[in-house]
């Protein structure tokens, strides 16, 4: 079955910084979805985009599509030490509505 | 904002216990869904449940697991007999419709230890 893989496993900046997170899979997608993750809590919604989209914003986020490169990414401009958490990318298969779970950016940001 | 909820947030159980984790999902949402997350690995789908019946289940859920919705509100994840390599936390979460535009939202989870 397909996978999100995200990159970097870890990323570590200074409060104010842009960072950016990648997501790779494997198969035709109905659409993808980022979560936030502090540790040991819950998954938080952060953005869905579907599979004819290239890009959406919300906030801080910026995220991207290109389904030729099976890949998206995640943009948080302007970041504070609240943004420090783990970041996943989840695909949503054409068929079927099952998220299938990367394994996550840790991403840390230094106040 | 409406969110799912998840009792108890902290299970601890004997190997060959069942345990019963219990959610409410957002009260307009029509699809349920369980997932787990072993501690450091990835969140993994379980079981998609949609008008009363499973619509999705992954190679996880065997015959040791059972979902319901005993009420308008409630949907439970059973486990009948545990064991130690069941530990996780699990999280239930529900979407509005299933037919690739909905957001799915997730609950805080409940931590199942196993002992």
């Known amino acids: 079955s397909q996978q999100g893989e995200e990159d970097p496993q870890a990323l570590s900046i200074q409060e104010g910084e842009n960072a950016t997170m990648n997501c790779s899979y494997k198969?035709?997608?109905?659409?993808l979805q980022w979560y936030r993750q502090n540790s040991g809590r819950g998954l938080v919604h952060l953005i869905l985009?579907?599979?004819?989209?290239r890009e959406k914003h919300s906030g801080r986020l910026r995220v991207t599509l290109d389904t030729s490169k099976k890949s998206s990414s995640l943009l948080i401009t302007a970041s504070r030490a609240a943004d420090t958490a783990s970041y996943f990318c989840a695909t949503e298969e054409e068929y079927g509505n099952k998220l299938v779970f990367g394994a996550g950016t840790i991403l840390r940001v230094k106040s | 904002e409406p969110e799912v909820t998840q009792t108890p947030s902290h299970q601890v159980t004997q190997m060959g216990q069942e345990v019963i984790l219990r959610c409410v999902p957002i009260s307009n949402h029509l699809y349920f869904y369980w997932y787990r997350q072993i501690l450091g690995q990835k969140v993994e789908f379980l079981v998609s449940f949609y008008n009363n019946e499973i619509s999705e289940k992954s190679e996880i859920f065997d015959d040791q697991f059972s979902v319901e919705r005993p009420d308008g509100s409630n949907f439970t994840l059973k486990i009948r007999s545990t064991k130690l390599e069941d530990s996780a936390m699990y999280f239930c979460?529900?979407?509005?419709?299933?037919?690739?535009?909905?957001?799915?939202?997730f609950g805080p989870g409940t931590r199942l230890t196993v002992t």
């Open positions: 198969t035709s997608i109905n659409n």
């Open positions: 979460a529900s979407s509005d419709g299933g037919l690739a535009v909905y957001e799915q939202y």
């Open positions: 985009i579907r599979s004819n989209e």
